[in-house]
């Protein structure tokens, strides 16, 4: 009797086994085109797990990694920008702190603050937009409170 829950347990184990974070290898059902962009980002990242964002029109997607950490806020947060029709690097960048996100279909949003706001900085002082179309920042940033 111990053997055949054993062997029950063993089997529901291996059968529920899914994988929850994309790896190198985790796209075998995936188009070619988003294999190829997800292996570029890999390889222009050199990291294990990578977390993808296409934008609105699927022409661009935000690759981004932050390592397990068992102090909040000590790991950098890595990222790219990927042109998904060529895999051709649009821009690429490590924060110690703060976040990167589309906020339109061809911009995103790079926060990147320093531990203690200085003086009377407010976030929106850290805060930059990039145009990954024209592969160019945008000039000085409103950030709504």
Same mark, same amino acid.
């Given at each position: 009797? +111990?053997?055949?829950?054993?062997?029950?347990?063993?089997?529901?184990?291996? =059968?529920?086994?899914?994988?929850? *974070?994309? =790896?190198?290898?985790?796209?075998?059902?995936?188009?070619?085109?988003?294999?190829?962009?997800?292996?570029?980002?890999?390889?222009?990242?050199?990291?294990?797990?990578?977390?993808?964002?296409?934008?609105?029109?699927?022409?661009?997607v935000l *690759?981004?990694?932050?390592?397990?950490? !068992?102090?909040?806020? !000590?790991?950098?947060?890595?990222?790219?920008?990927? +042109?998904?029709?060529?895999?051709?690097?649009?821009?690429?960048?490590?924060?110690?702190? =703060?976040?990167?996100?589309?906020i339109d279909?061809?911009?995103?949003?790079?926060?990147s603050p320093? =531990?203690?706001?200085?003086?009377? @900085?407010?976030? *929106?002082?850290? !805060?930059?937009?990039?145009?990954?179309?024209?592969?160019?920042?945008?000039?000085?940033? @409103?950030? @709504?409170?």
């Open positions: 009797m +111990k053997y055949f829950i054993l062997l029950i347990i063993l089997a529901t184990v291996s =059968g529920c086994n899914k994988q929850v *974070a994309s =790896g190198p290898d985790s796209s075998k059902n995936s188009t070619s085109t988003e294999l190829t962009y997800k292996q570029k980002a890999y390889e222009i990242m050199d990291i294990p797990q990578v977390v993808f964002k296409e934008n609105e029109t699927k022409e661009y *690759a981004t990694y932050k390592a397990d950490e !068992t102090v909040p806020n !000590t790991k950098p947060l890595q990222y790219a920008v990927l +042109k998904i029709s060529d895999n051709s690097l649009i821009k690429k960048g490590v924060l110690p702190q =703060g976040s990167v996100k589309w279909s061809y911009i995103i949003e790079i926060v320093p =531990g203690m706001l200085e003086g009377n @900085k407010t976030i *929106a002082d850290y !805060t930059t937009q990039f145009d990954v179309k024209s592969g160019k920042p945008i000039s000085k940033v @409103k950030v @709504k409170n």
